[in-house]
Each structure stands twice: as C-alpha cells, then as structure tokens.
C-alpha cells in the first residue's frame, strides 16, 4: 500500500511522516484485521479465541523498553533531572484542588478537621507514589502505569486502565481550566460565572459554556508540544512564584488566626472526615504524570525516586498549612466555596490581599495544566505504541522530540469537556477513575514481587492468589459497608481478614524478584494497605459518579471488543513472528560462521589437502 509517496511497509512504520497532512487509513488502522471487510469479517468471528489470548498475556519489561518504544520511530530527549522532577511533582499536584474544593469540603463535610482529610488522601496518595516509583525505575517507559499493568496484569486489564488514565487526564484537566476562568474573574472583580456564557436550554452542570478555559488549553498544548525541557523551564519559574505566594497565605492568614474556630474540630464526625478525603484526592492528582517522564530522565534510577517521593512529602505538608491557615482565620460554616482564601482574606481586613492569592491560583493552576499536558500525551503514545489506539498517535516529531499528536488530540478532547461541565461533577468522576487505577498499581506492585513465570512454584502461586483474593474481597466488603451504615461491627470482621490476607503473603509466599535499583519498603504491608485504603475512599463517593464511571467503561469495553482487541492481536502476533524471524536469522548467521571457520581451522591445522604428508579433508575428484 502506498500513500503520499511513502511506501508503507509494516507496523514498524508507522511513525514515518508524508509530506505535508496527508493521512490515509494505513496511518489509524496498519493491521490486517482491518485491510478489508472480509478480513475484519474474520477477526469479529474469532473475537472469544483473541480475547483469551489477549486477558492470560503479559508484556515484557524488555517489550516495553525495546521494542514497543520503537513504534515511535524518534527517540524522546533525556533532559531532565531530579530537580525538574520535583518541581514538575509540584506544578502537576498543587492547583485547583487546593485553592477551591478546601473551602467546599470544610464547609460541608470536614469542618476544621478538613487537615485530617488531607491527611489521609495524602497518605493513600504517598503509598501509591511508592508503587509507582518502583514501577518508573525498573520500566522507565512514557507509558506510567499503563506499561506496568501490561507487564503484570496483561493487556486487557492495562486497557480498562488505559482508557481511565485517559479519562482521569480529560476531566482533570478541564476542572483545573474551569477553575482558572474563575480565578481570573475573582482577579478581575467580577464573579466567577461573569466570564461564561449561560446557555439556559442545558442542565444546571452544563449550561455555563466556558471560551476562556478553551483559550487557556490552546495556549498550554503550544507549550507542550514545542519541548519538554522548556516547558520544565516555565513550570519551574511557576511553581517558584506559586510556592511564594503559598507562603503569604499561609504567614499572612495565621496572623489573623483565632483559635475559637477549632472548637468544634470535627462537627461531623469520621464519616465527614473521610468523604473529604474521597473528593480531596482531586489535589493530589497528577504525581502519576512525573512518572510517564521517566524515560526522559537521565538517571532513572536516582531521579525518579527524590522527584516523586520528594514532591508528595512536599505538597501533603503545604496542604496541611494551607487547610489549617484557612480554618484559623474563619469559622467553617462563613468559608466560601468559589474562592474561599481570597474571601477569607477579605473577612479578616485584608481585602488587597486577594489578589495576590488570585494570582498565586492562576499560576498554580497553569502549572498544573502544563504537567499535565506532557504526561496525558505521553500516556496516550505508548498506549498508541501497542496499537490499542490508533499508531498515528504514537509519532514522536523529529524537531522536537514531543508527541505532538497525542499531545493535540488529548488536549482537543479537554477543551470540548471543559467548555460545557461544571467542577463539581468533574471532581467526583476523577476521583473514581484516579483511585481505581491506583489500586490496580498496588496489586500490580505486589505480582511483581510475588509472581514470576517458571520462577514461582504452583504451589506458591495459589497461595499468593488466595491471599491476595483475600486482600481485594476484605477492602471491597469494608468499602461497601461504610457506605450504608454508620455502625462499626462489620469491621471487626473485614480488618482482621485484610491483615491476615497481608500476613499470610509476607510468611507464607517467597518473593520471586528483587528490584535492581529501589524497591518500595515493607512489601506486601505498604501495597496492601495502599489497596485497602484506595478501595476504601471510593466508598465516600456518591453514586450518580460511578453510574457515569460505568458508561465510560462499557464505551471503552465496546470499543476495545470491536477495534482494540484486533488491532493489538494481530500487532503482538507480528511482533512475535518478526523476534522468531529474527532468531531463525540469528541460527542461519551462526551456522554460516561455523561453515565459515572450520575450513579455515583446517587449514590452520595442515588438514585442507595441501599440507604434504597430511591426508586431504576432502575426498579425491
């Protein structure tokens, strides 16, 4: 097949550009389940044989880090260092989770005990930074968590998580574009909605239509395709002025701080506390986006540690401050839920300050939209990478060494999402989607270790798998108990399984692999608990999110059954026929060079005929 004047000649080639913009249908579907409709035909009929294959098969980390990254075709520049990994920890995390749904979950949830809150999402969040970091040293690939799920859970569970982290990167960032545009009115003095347009035939959620959020995204997906190492250049010069300001809030507000206010620490209750923490694991997304930077980063196996684990203990302590400062300076019940700082401020005398905690958000939040543009682009390559999407999202632009496909598309998809719904019901689908995929990490971390094919017994596997059953089965139950009810009783009964579940893996299952370079402290206790408690916090969530979770998954389930299942088959059984070839090559090379050498080696040795007295190797003519 030949478009544009390129001939195309295999899955390998994707990533070879035409001149000018002319795409053809080899560049989204190369594979030959789609080179006709008597071939797709075929495909559909054997969709139950594909699918078996496709849920009991594990990648590589050698797949990942060779030849699944050379679909791209161009090599991502290695820049960054620790330095630009904590800081890029700092300007993905700190945003508009801390500067908007603070106010929102002290008011009506948490009170002054929304520092707890912080706490505990900070916690859950840290121990999945554990997991990650592991998983970043020893696969150091753009694909973050997708690529270590296709290592240990197989390639069918790495897509339902593939089209969360997607989802997650989408609704993240349109919410931190919408609270920009309010952000900018509070700067401006004018409300938050002054700046959108009201379109008054849509629903509550949907009918403020929001351009400067569009705007916004444009200007971020110019930064983000034109380089990495520039865009951690402003990201870094952004972050300097927003840690800045934090400062300010934080000395400036507890000047005003009465202690009256922390009377009624906790007015309602644990349960208050941990619905917070649910919706206030939002502030904490996108550390997950430092990780998809691994490769490149220039000393994975020093960098990806300080960076990640370092901005995490940075950013829970700022939120901390910043949750314990707003408390302080006002009684829980008079916060504002658009803007409490900057009303804060306002409260206490000190009106001229909200500006400058206006902007602070702003650039926080600009921060926040750039990381993450670099790391859903790169999330949604190395995803293109396996074919599970469309290879022509998986080009890498020579020049500059970004994906700038990807980078596009996934921004394109946040524009459309941002411009039409509203914060609240954003946050609490992104907070499904963020610890879901967390979880599967943990579990991921804790196969790693646990299980290696031809190295683990049978007897070993079937006991880490009714553990580890046990692990999942005990936090699902305390999850969903704490959901109905306020009593207490079930737990009795839930926790002690857990930690049996837990115990029984650290005594009674050998670790079949050691990392080479870091390894998360604690295995199983720290990845258990990271799934105990992810599990947990998706019981605080209302349930209108997870019905809208369940449509987007049976939408990516349709999708994967009818496109990406296929186009992921048939490029996996290429890819093994191209290694076999290779290796069929590798013996015919051999064979040659052995042919080659024992002439040669005989007539070394006088025993070619042509030696004297020696007898000839080869009979007489």
Not at 50 to 61: A, C, E, G, I, P
Not at 551 to 578: E, N, R
């Amino acid at each position: 097949m030949v478009a544009g004047g390129t001939e195309a000649s295999g899955a390998g080639d994707v990533g070879l550009r035409r001149r000018g913009c002319t795409y053809q249908k080899y560049d989204f579907l190369p594979e030959e389940s789609f080179q006709s409709w008597g071939n797709y035909v075929k495909a559909l009929s054997q969709t139950p044989g594909r699918f078996k294959d496709r849920v009991f098969t594990r990648s590589l980390d050698s797949t990942e880090l060779v030849e699944v990254k050379a679909q791209s075709q161009n090599e991502m520049k290695k820049t960054l260092n620790w330095w630009d990994l904590i800081w890029f920890g700092i300007g993905a995390v700190i945003g508009a989770g801390i500067f908007v749904l603070t106010g929102l979950e002290a008011k009506k949830h948490a009170g002054p005990a929304v520092v707890l809150s912080y706490v505990v999402s900070g916690v859950s969040a840290l121990l999945s930074v554990f997991c990650y970091t592991e998983f970043a040293v020893e696969i150091p690939v753009a694909g973050g968590s997708f690529a270590y799920l296709r290592v240990e859970l197989g390639d069918f569970m790495a897509f339902i998580a593939a089209g969360n982290i997607l989802l997650e990167y989408v609704i993240g960032g349109a919410a931190v574009a919408r609270s920009w545009t309010s952000y900018f009115a509070t700067l401006c003095n004018h409300d938050s909605n002054d700046f959108r347009i009201v379109a008054d035939g849509f629903k509550e959620d949907y009918k403020y239509l929001d351009p400067i959020a569009v705007v916004v995204i444009i200007g971020i997906c110019f930064l983000a395709v034109l380089s990495t190492k520039g865009s951690s250049r402003l990201n870094y010069i952004a972050s300097i002025v927003h840690v800045i300001v934090i400062l300010f809030i934080i000395i400036a507000g507890l000047t005003k701080a009465d202690t009256k206010n922390y009377e009624d620490f906790a007015p309602f209750g644990p349960r208050g506390v941990f619905q917070a923490s649910a919706v206030l694991f939002f502030a904490y997304v996108g550390f997950d986006a430092v990780s998809t930077m691994a490769e490149e980063t220039k000393n994975p196996g020093k960098d990806i540690p300080i960076g990640l684990v370092g901005s995490m203990i940075i950013t829970t302590f700022v939120y901390c401050l910043l949750a314990v400062t707003l408390c302080l300076m006002q009684p829980y019940g008079d916060i504002d839920e658009q803007a409490p700082f900057s009303v804060a401020f306002e409260a206490v005398g000190m009106g001229w300050a909200k500006y400058i905690v206006a902007a602070g958000a702003l650039k926080g939040m600009t921060s926040v939209l750039l990381v993450g543009a670099v790391g859903q682009a790169r999330y949604l390559t190395h995803i293109a990478r396996t074919h599970m999407v469309p290879p022509w999202f998986a080009q890498v632009d020579g020049k500059t060494g970004t994906p700038v496909n990807a980078t596009v598309t996934m921004l394109a998809a946040t524009a459309v999402i941002a411009f039409f719904t509203s914060l609240g019901v954003l946050a609490d689908l992104l907070s499904i989607s963020t610890l879901f995929i967390f979880s599967l990490v943990a579990i991921a971390l804790l196969v790693r270790r646990y299980y290696v094919s031809g190295v683990t017994t049978q007897a070993n596997r079937n006991k880490f798998i009714a553990c580890l059953v046990l692990i999942i089965g005990s936090s699902i139950a305390t999850s969903v108990y704490w959901s109905k009810t306020d009593k207490w009783t079930a737990y009795v009964v839930t926790a002690p399984l857990w930690f049996l579940g837990t115990l029984g893996i650290w005594i009674l299952v050998p670790q079949a692999r050691n990392p080479k370079l870091w390894g998360v402290p604690l295995v199983p206790w720290l990845p258990s608990l990271s799934v105990a408690i992810n599990i947990f916090l998706l019981g605080s969530i209302d349930h209108v999110s997870f019905i809208r979770f369940a449509v987007w998954t049976v939408i990516i389930l349709v999708y994967y059954f009818f496109f990406g299942l296929h186009a992921s088959y048939d490029t996996a059984k290429d890819s093994l026929a191209k290694r076999l070839e290779a290796g069929t090559n590798l013996e015919l090379k051999k064979a040659e060079a052995a042919e080659v050498y024992a002439p040669s080696a005989a007539r070394d040795s006088g025993l070619d005929g042509k030696s004297g007295s020696n007898t000839s190797a080869h009979p007489a003519s």
